[in-house]
Structure formats: C-alpha cells, structure tokens
C-alpha cells in the first residue's frame, strides 16, 4: 500500500571483469563474515558473491548475490564480449530453482548481498587487492510501502520449493506451539 515518497541510499558493487583474477579472495571473506558465530569458518558456497571462473579461457566475472526468483527465466544466452565467450547464466544475480548459486547448501533457502551490514564498507571490495569491486551509493526517491517485509516471504517460499507446503506447515505448527508454552 503506498504512503508516499521517500528518500533511500541504494547501495552497490561495480564489477569490472577485466581486473578480476579469480583469486577467490572475495568468495572467502563473504562467508567468513556471515559465518555463525562471526569469523568461525569458511565456505565459498555460502558467499553472496561467486566468482564464475574458467582459467582456460580467462574469464573470471564475479556476480553477488540479488533477489531470489520462484521460476527460471527463459531468457538464457551466450554472450561474446571482447573475443570471450561467456556462459548463460554467466552474469545473473539471481537465487533461481535452476541452480544452487546463492543457496545456502543445509536449508536451500536464498542467499542475498547484504552489502556487510555493519561495516564501513564491504569486505569484498576491501579484500580486492586487483581492485576488481568498487562500492557505490546513490540516494534516490521511491514509494514508501506497507506490507509483509519482503524477506520473510521470500524466504518462506524458498523453503516450500524445497521441503514442499506440508513439511513447511507441519514446522510452523511446531513452532508455534513451542511459543505458546
Ligand atoms: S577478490 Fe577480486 S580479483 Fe579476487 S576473485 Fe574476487 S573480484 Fe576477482
Ligand atoms: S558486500 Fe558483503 S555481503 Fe555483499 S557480496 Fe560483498 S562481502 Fe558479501
């Protein structure tokens, strides 16, 4: 339901593909940094950003993480840039039912950039020694929303795709039940 306008800062990472080497570096701070507890461990397929790679050709495009989406899209193409081939998929930020980038391997459920919540600036783009990330804010003007936060249901859905509406149900009963206690 709109209630207006306001003010927000959108945050984000500008890429350049030309100056990343596949170091990894990005991958492992990311993970380390949303690690429970903080800093406990480390595990590139729980980063918000991925480092697509393929040495043989020298292509190295790092994509972080966006929204989740319920279906594939149908809009999949090779692109050549530059005399380089790169893959479908090669540059989509999307947690998509298709792939498991972005998910998180025990829960499934999608995992999105949160652009280091906390720190001064994000700590892919300061573990970046090639300079490949550079981090941008830009304050824009946008409809004020009511509303379920939109987290939630996105979250809730990734589960139902995975587990199924009963599995997730029967949960939710659970917990609610252990509240009431
Ligand atoms: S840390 Fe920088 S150079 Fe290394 S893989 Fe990530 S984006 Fe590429
Ligand atoms: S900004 Fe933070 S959360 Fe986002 S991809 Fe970089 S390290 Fe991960």
Request: charged residues 35%.
């Amino acid at each position: 339901m709109s209630k207006g306008k306001k003010t927000t800062i959108i945050k984000t990472l500008k890429i350049n593909v030309d100056k990343c080497n596949g170091c990894r570096a990005c991958e492992v701070i990311c993970s380390s940094f949303h690690a429970m507890p903080k800093y406990s461990s480390n595990n590139p397929s729980r980063s918000r950003i991925r480092v697509n790679r393929d040495p043989l050709r020298d292509v190295y495009v790092p994509v972080y993480a966006g929204e989740y989406t319920m279906s594939e899209c149908s809009g999949r193409h090779q692109y050549t840039i530059d005399g380089k081939e790169y893959d479908e998929c090669s540059f989509c930020r999307a947690s998509c039912p298709s792939r498991d980038e972005f998910r998180e391997p025990d829960s499934g459920l999608p995992l999105r950039c949160d652009m280091c919540e906390g720190e001064d600036e994000p700590l892919c783009v300061k573990w970046c020694l090639a300079d490949a990330l550079s981090y941008e804010e830009r304050e824009v003007e946008v409809e004020e929303e009511e509303g379920a936060p939109e987290v939630v249901e996105m979250g809730l859905e990734a589960l139902v795709d995975r587990h199924g509406i009963e599995k997730v149900a029967e949960i939710v009963a659970q917990i609610s039940k252990n509240l009431k206690r």
